[in-house]
């Protein structure tokens, strides 16, 4: 059977979600998945929810780590694949584009929704440095925002 490789975008999770949070990548470079298989947990302003290799294959490249907020649409990782009712994306760069060197990362990852409800009190996430984060992977969540609202009104 002839393969190629395919880019699979982050999903699109309706006309108000524009844009999704990587929370955990389940599978690394040149694993084997099938479809169906979970291989990442993503997060919306809304919810979590994984996401599922859409075919069978191998993954050759992945191109967004954990962390990362990204728009729908964005090639998340490119697979090797045999399942032709996947050639509408076909990827046209042929090999996986070299990764950027690591930029800093600032020390507090916000969730979408907990940047939303620090906006929505007036105050800019990027300016705070004192909440604590207890989300999934370290990152602010709303339970969080909450919590430090809470504490700044007392």
Same mark, same amino acid.
């Given at each position: *059977?002839?393969?190629?490789?395919?880019?699979?975008? *982050?999903?699109?999770?309706?006309?108000?979600?524009?844009? #999704?949070? +990587?929370?955990? =990548?389940?599978?690394? /470079? &040149?694993?084997?998945? /099938?479809?169906?298989?979970? =291989?990442?947990?993503?997060?919306?302003?809304? /919810? =979590?929810?994984?996401?599922?290799?859409?075919?069978? &294959?191998?993954?050759?490249? @992945?191109? @967004?780590?954990?962390?990362?907020?990204?728009? /729908?649409?964005?090639?998340?990782?490119? =697979?090797?694949?045999?399942? +032709?009712? $996947?050639?509408? $994306?076909?990827?046209?760069?042929?090999?996986?584009?070299?990764?950027?060197?690591?930029?800093?990362?600032?020390?507090?990852?916000?969730?979408?929704?907990?940047?939303? *409800?620090?906006?929505?009190?007036? $105050?800019?996430?990027?300016? @705070?440095?004192?909440?604590?984060?207890?989300?999934?992977?370290?990152?602010?969540? &709303?339970?969080?925002?909450? #919590?430090?609202?809470?504490?700044?009104?007392?």
């Amino acid at each position: *059977m002839e393969t190629f490789l395919i880019d699979v975008p *982050m999903p699109s999770m309706g006309a108000t979600v524009n844009e #999704l949070t +990587v929370v955990n =990548i389940k599978i690394q /470079s &040149g694993a084997t998945v /099938s479809k169906g298989q979970k =291989i990442a947990e993503l997060e919306s302003d809304k /919810s =979590i929810f994984e996401f599922e290799s859409p075919c069978d &294959g191998t993954v050759r490249a @992945i191109l @967004i780590e954990p962390g990362e907020v990204r728009p /729908s649409g964005t090639v998340f990782l490119q =697979i090797e694949t045999g399942d +032709v009712s $996947l050639q509408h $994306l076909k990827s046209t760069g042929g090999a996986a584009p070299a990764k950027a060197a690591p930029q800093a990362k600032a020390a507090v990852i916000w969730t979408p929704r907990a940047t939303k *409800m620090a906006q929505e009190a007036g $105050l800019d996430p990027a300016t @705070i440095t004192d909440i604590v984060a207890t989300g999934p992977g370290g990152r602010v969540s &709303g339970d969080d925002v909450t #919590l430090y609202l809470e504490k700044r009104l007392k």
